[in-house]
């Protein structure tokens, strides 16, 4: 029953900016954490950031001081922020959430369908 549903991604040139977004819905009874994660064409799907219900932030390396992770929990929506963004940021870009359905279950993994970012002058 849970859904996550992405939006903002595009063609954008290089040294420019994309914000995404992800709400979660559906049968939702709390979210520990969000983040996204990238696929390029060949390459194995990696962590870009995490952000926790509390705040806390993790960012991939090569993302560090470029992109911002950041969520609204009133709505179950998670952003990404892409700033100075280069050729090698160009992949399929997916929204993961860790949530649980009711109070006695455990966390589970959610996965939204992707969005393509393209950078490219």
């Known amino acids: 029953q849970v859904q996550l549903v992405e939006s903002g991604g595009g063609l954008v040139q290089p040294g420019g900016s994309l914000r995404l977004s992800c709400a979660a819905s559906g049968s939702i009874f709390s979210i520990y954490a969000m983040g996204w994660y990238r696929q390029a064409p060949g390459k194995q799907r990696e962590l870009v950031a995490t952000i926790t219900s509390s705040g806390s932030t993790k960012y991939a390396e090569s993302v560090k001081g470029r992109f911002t992770i950041s969520r609204d929990n009133a709505k179950n929506t998670v952003y990404l922020q892409m700033n100075s963004l280069n050729a090698e940021d160009t992949a399929v870009y997916y929204c993961?959430?860790?949530?649980?359905?009711?109070?006695?279950?455990?966390?589970?993994?959610?996965w939204g369908q992707g969005t393509q970012v393209t950078v490219s002058s």
């Open positions: 993961n959430a860790a949530i649980a359905q009711s109070q006695s279950s455990g966390y589970a993994g959610y």
